[in-house]
């Protein structure tokens, strides 16, 4: 690792499975965590239905452009098989891709696949991302660690359902109301069924990618990365033939993602992953269900969190990487006490009057009512929002000259995009949604647009207000600040907040926004299955158009359809 408490963003995948996995949780949480296999989550599961069965291959960190290219390949043939013949403009024989499917903002793991899951917005969800800070208790949270260093919050995520808990909208699993089985995917609160790897193998994976990331080398294999997803899909069926068919089955591919973030060649190199290691896993499960009797009842439908864009691998463009430079010395210099870069402060370390949660190319800071804690030692009221004219303000205004004189801090001169703010509201109200600030004043996104137009940020107004609009949007900071990223750019001018990798997510770009969201139906017109995805995802389809469209398929089987 860098001599750095910075942690990786894609630990998680690996660590959330095997650090920290007897102590601290009870005797069938330690048994599941010790053999890997099914951990049954409704006490009493959900009776096996007809069809029809949706099967949901959740790929992580799988731009559209990859999978698009993946498919077309010619190497891919059980996913490319699925579809049928390309009839153009996304339409299928047999399925109907969407061709303009975005993410949520930020386009990072934990927020996108709770917005997936429920439906719902972030400001909605109260799931705001890799990491975030919840300012009424004072507590910062972080299932995806990325500016703190402990494991503990991982951990919490398999064994004691932290993203369950956090989130304030009822899954898809809830919504349905059907029998559900979930893989991997960490949103699986409500569903009958939750399966995972044996972590007391994971361990040595664990080990020996966190030496592969420490390193200069480039993962050229991808056993281990491979092996994460493999393994999964066994226990998976081992399920399915204990308990039959579900009607909802969620198979999570996360190796896609940590491969990526390592590979000195992202893009290029994630296609082939998804060529010689997802596909062959998607065939093995596409047997199956033909095994069982049901594939011809079975919607398959394929939905991504984010894309990549490659980056620089070094400290100068990892914004992040030092926790005394960078963003907490902007605030520092502007008469602020940052919180430390850790997951809990000591009973010594409460004075703080800002704090940092890190979404790749996107970072909140959380500002305090100085007025409430001025003397180092103080522990601020967190519960009151801060000043506008005294906190925030003071806090834009030092983010903006450093960006564009390099004062105070030298190393952001020329590192941010935009810098974005609002007017405090209270916590448990509805917030105002994020204004842009000109470098005089905060301007409404849209009026920010018409001045300056960004076609390179998809959406920027819309999902914004997803974000930042709605009773949990103090989760996503006071001030926002975006990195200069985006393909349209020169890699030597992408920047991003975390430790050093090849690639990131997190913006508002195309390439981290733009998502495969595709439904297949083997012996299905795909200009029916069109007919359904646009009723469900309307004229400008999200991730949040899943739970609608799943919720669709299973109801009603739309006409001319002959079994």
Not at 35 to 64: C, H, M, N, T
Not at 266 to 283: G, H, R, S
Not at 517 to 536: E, H
């Amino acid at each position: 690792m860098w001599d750095n408490p910075v942690l990786t963003p894609v630990r998680y995948t690996l660590v959330l499975m095997c650090v920290a996995f007897f102590l601290f949780t009870s005797c069938s949480s330690a048994k599941l965590l010790l053999e890997g296999g099914e951990k049954q989550v409704k006490r009493e599961p959900r009776p096996s239905e007809p069809g029809p069965y949706i099967l949901i291959f959740a790929l992580d960190g799988v731009g559209y452009d990859q999978l698009m290219e993946t498919i077309n390949s010619g190497k891919a043939g059980a996913i490319a098989g699925i579809l049928g013949k390309d009839e153009g403009h996304g339409l299928y024989e047999n399925a109907y891709s969407v061709p303009n499917a975005v993410s949520i903002l930020p386009s990072t793991t934990i927020a996108a696949w709770s917005a997936i899951f429920t439906g719902a917005p972030t400001a909605w969800n109260g799931v705001a991302g890799n990491e975030w800070f919840v300012r009424e208790d004072m507590k910062f949270f972080a299932p995806v660690p990325v500016s703190v260093e402990e494991m503990d919050d991982n951990r919490a995520m398999i064994t004691d359902g932290l993203v369950a808990k956090s989130l304030k909208c009822p899954t898809l699993f809830q919504q349905a109301g059907v029998k559900s089985a979930v893989s991997l995917n960490p949103v699986y609160r409500g569903a009958d069924y939750f399966t995972l790897v044996d972590p007391v193998s994971m361990v040595a994976l664990y080990t020996e990618f966190m030496a592969r990331s420490g390193g200069e080398n480039s993962p050229e294999k991808v056993d281990i990365y491979e092996e994460l997803d493999r393994k999964s899909v066994p226990k998976l069926l081992d399920s399915i033939k204990q308990h039959g068919v579900p009607k909802i089955q969620v198979v999570y591919f996360p190796g896609i993602d940590l491969y990526t973030h390592l590979a000195r060649d992202p893009l290029p190199m994630e296609v082939n992953y998804l060529e010689t290691v997802t596909d062959p896993l998607v065939a093995q499960i596409l047997e199956a269900y033909r095994g069982f009797g049901v594939l011809d009842q079975t919607y398959v439908v394929v939905i991504a969190d984010h894309g990549h864009t490659p980056v620089l691998r070094d400290p100068q463009h990892a914004l992040g990487a030092d926790p005394n430079g960078g963003p907490a010395a902007v605030v520092k210099a502007a008469g602020f006490r940052p919180r430390k870069f850790v997951l809990n402060p000591g009973k010594n370390e409460q004075d703080y009057q800002a704090v940092f949660a890190y979404q790749g190319a996107i970072a909140y800071v959380y500002l305090a009512d100085r007025s409430t804690c001025p003397s180092p030692g103080m522990t601020c009221d967190w519960k009151r929002p801060p000043r506008y004219t005294e906190d925030v303000l003071p806090a834009v205004r030092a983010f903006y000259n450093s960006n564009e004189t390099g004062r105070p801090v030298p190393s952001l001169k020329d590192t941010i995009d935009l810098i974005f703010a609002r007017r405090p509201t209270p916590p448990g109200r509805n917030t105002e949604e994020y204004q842009i600030f000109d470098g005089q004043r905060l301007v409404p996104i849209w009026e920010y647009l018409i001045e300056h137009p960004r076609p390179d940020l998809i959406q920027l107004d819309k999902r914004m207000q997803w974000l930042s609009m709605g009773p949990y949007g103090n989760r996503s900071g006071d001030i926002l600040l975006l990195t200069r990223s985006g393909l349209n750019r020169p890699i030597e001018r992408r920047y991003y907040f975390s430790a050093p990798y090849y690639s990131w997510h997190g913006s508002a770009s195309s390439q981290d926004s733009h998502i495969p969201l595709i439904v297949a139906r083997k012996s299905f017109p795909g200009t029916k299955l069109k007919k359904v995805i646009d009723k469900s995802a309307g004229s400008e389809p999200s991730q949040l158009a899943l739970v609608p469209l799943v919720r669709a398929l299973l109801t009603s089987e739309p006409s001319g359809h002959q079994e």
